[in-house]
């Protein structure tokens, strides 16, 4: 199974950028789909964006779209999120994980285990 590791969180004010990374351990890290998930504060862990295996293709939920864009590298085994424009709102703890598809199961997670993800603090 591939192991997960995000970073690049931190605290900004609102309307502020972040850019977010997941390395995966696995060269095989080209063969999955891929997203990231936020779990704000007493709430359960829901999808962001979604990518396909080669990057053509992305969704995103409402609430993010036209302020965040995911990305992926396979040869550096890599998932970004760059996000602008934050929000208080926004204010999550931000993971990675293989996704099965892009459509009808694009925010059911493929792997059991999680990395221990990103804290994203969003003042106003």
């Known amino acids: 199974q591939v192991q997960l590791a995000e970073s690049g969180g931190g605290s900004v004010q609102a309307g502020g950028s972040l850019r977010l990374s997941c390395a995966a351990s696995?060269?095989?890290?080209?063969?999955?789909?891929m997203g990231w998930f936020r779990r704000a504060p007493g709430k359960e862990r829901r999808i962001v964006a979604s990518i396909s295996r080669n990057g053509d293709a992305t969704r995103y939920v409402n609430s993010v779209k036209g302020r965040f864009t995911i990305s992926r590298d396979n040869a550096k085994n890599t998932v970004y999120l760059q996000m602008n424009s934050l929000k208080p709102e926004d204010t999550a703890t931000y993971y990675c994980n293989a996704v099965f598809d892009l459509q009808n199961n694009y925010d059911v997670p493929r792997f059991n285990s999680w990395g221990q993800g990103t804290q994203v603090t969003v003042s106003s």
């Open positions: 696995k060269d095989t890290f080209n063969s999955y789909a």
